[in-house]
């Protein structure tokens, strides 16, 4: 049978199975059968929500597994409040894993950090290469020669996890997959992600494409913080790709693999996987209160483990912990003398946005100090590092952050000085 024959049979057994389902916010709506090296490759219909625990009692201000009030199965996972990016569970946090589809988060974040930078945009045009129509696994049966836009292929890999349409954003963005692949482990350098090598934009299992369930959450919580955009595309449970010109069309119908979507409070994220080499993972975030936590699993049994352990993990932390934000991003916190420079006041800022996470009831009890140098000599470059914020609770450091130079400040000339100094005598800002 021809490959076109094999797509189109597969098509029609989706649109059949998909007559059933009349709305996206219907969690039991089927799925085609799995094959191999498909995302969430299983039965994923039925209810996956846990049964109710006494295990959200109240932990310890940081939590490993062993000594935590909540038990996780799966080999590696850990908790994250995103404000302050504070681990506040881990199993085997740093144990190097195959991600399976999880990886596509950060073909996301490189794809919006392009779009952010304006090297592409939302409505360009993607025709669909052969590298891109020979993927396999969960795809949009892309066909090489097709057209989408850049926002539709982008939510074809949020909802529908496509890999060729993975594969059409990295070769669009960066011209080939090999320099989008550079251009994620650049990323992933850059956000700490020690524990990380990518070889793909799909999360197809490949020799040495491994990362972490801390690394996870580190580009997650980038991903939140950063991209609301990005975010309101993985909230989505089904969406319709827009295909007229399919004889099976006008829609190709996307379904996300993330059931917490459908049950659990707040969520509205981030991204499921499944190969044989990964077992079934999870980065799962939520909201609750104006507190975002991340939780990641990896490796569990089957998908119905990890969605509760997952969701079991968000329970923990937003029953125990709440975020305190000490210093919004930008905003002035201390001014510093300048010596021989065109201002006589260097104004300084959080390098990032500055918050702690503290265990309910604590919050009052957080204390900050400013440390800054009495003076700095001209010339000072925008985003030099001058000083620090340090947050303490009960003596003890749980943060801080460096403050750096909101603005450069030139070398002064002879009358600069002279007119700083008088503005200085009679008091004049």
């Known amino acids: 049978m021809s490959k076109s024959s094999m797509r189109y049979l597969a098509a029609l057994g989706a649109a059949a199975l998909l007559l059933n389902a009349s709305a996206p916010a219907l969690a039991q709506s089927p799925r085609w059968g799995p094959a191999r090296e498909v995302e969430d490759g299983a039965d994923v219909s039925g209810d996956d929500r846990p049964a109710m625990t006494s295990e959200t009692a ?19 996972a850990v ?10 569970f881990a199993k085997n946090a740093n144990e190097r894993r195959n991600p399976a589809s999880v990886t596509k988060v950060m073909t996301l974040i490189v794809a919006f950090d392009a779009i952010r930078d304006g090297k592409v945009k939302m409505e360009d045009k993607v025709t669909i290469s052969d590298e891109a129509a020979k993927q396999v696994g969960t795809i949009i049966f892309a066909d090489t020669g097709e057209t989408f836009t850049l926002a539709d292929l982008l939510k074809s890999v949020a909802v529908g996890s496509a890999n060729d349409a993975a594969v059409a954003v990295g070769e669009h963005v960066s011209g080939s997959v090999d320099a989008f692949v550079e251009r994620m482990n650049a990323k992933a350098k850059e956000l700490g992600m020690m524990d990380t090598q990518f070889k793909n934009p799909t999360g197809l299992s490949a020799d040495g494409h491994l990362t972490s369930a801390y690394d996870i959450a580190l580009m997650s919580r980038y991903a ?43 969520a509205d994220g981030l991204k499921t996987g499944w190969t044989e080499a990964a077992g079934y993972c999870l980065a799962a975030t939520a909201v609750k209160n104006d507190v975002r936590m991340i939780s990641v699993v990896m490796g569990a049994e089957t998908w119905k483990k990890r969605n509760a352990e997952a969701a079991k993990l968000l329970d ?34 959080p390098q990032s946005l500055f918050a702690v996470s503290v265990a309910k009831g604590e919050q009052k009890k957080v204390q900050t100090e400013i440390r800054l140098p009495k003076r700095v000599e001209a010339p000072i470059q925008q985003g030099q590092a001058i000083g620090e914020m340090i947050a303490t609770l009960d003596g003890k450091e749980i943060g801080k952050v460096t403050l750096v130079a909101l603005v450069a400040v030139p070398k002064a000339n002879f009358w600069d000085t002279v007119v700083n100094s008088v503005k200085t005598i009679l008091f004049i800002k």
């Open 58 to 76: 109240k932990a310890p201000a940081t939590a490993q597994q062993g000594n935590a009030p909540v038990n996780i199965e799966a080999p590696s």
């Open 79 to 88: 908790l994250m409040e995103a404000r302050s990016g504070r681990v506040l």
């Open 224 to 266: 939140a913080i950063n991209y609301p955009e990005l975010m309101r595309l993985t909230s989505v449970y089904g969406a319709d790709l827009q295909v007229p010109w399919r004889k099976n069309g006008p829609t190709f119908r996307l379904w996300n693999n993330n059931k917490l979507l459908t049950w659990y409070p707040g």
């Open 316 to 349: 923990f932390g937003f029953s125990n912990y709440t975020a305190v934000e000490l210093a919004p991003l930008g905003k002035q916190v201390a001014l510093v003398n300048v010596a021989r420079g065109k201002l006589p006041g260097l104004p300084v800022v």
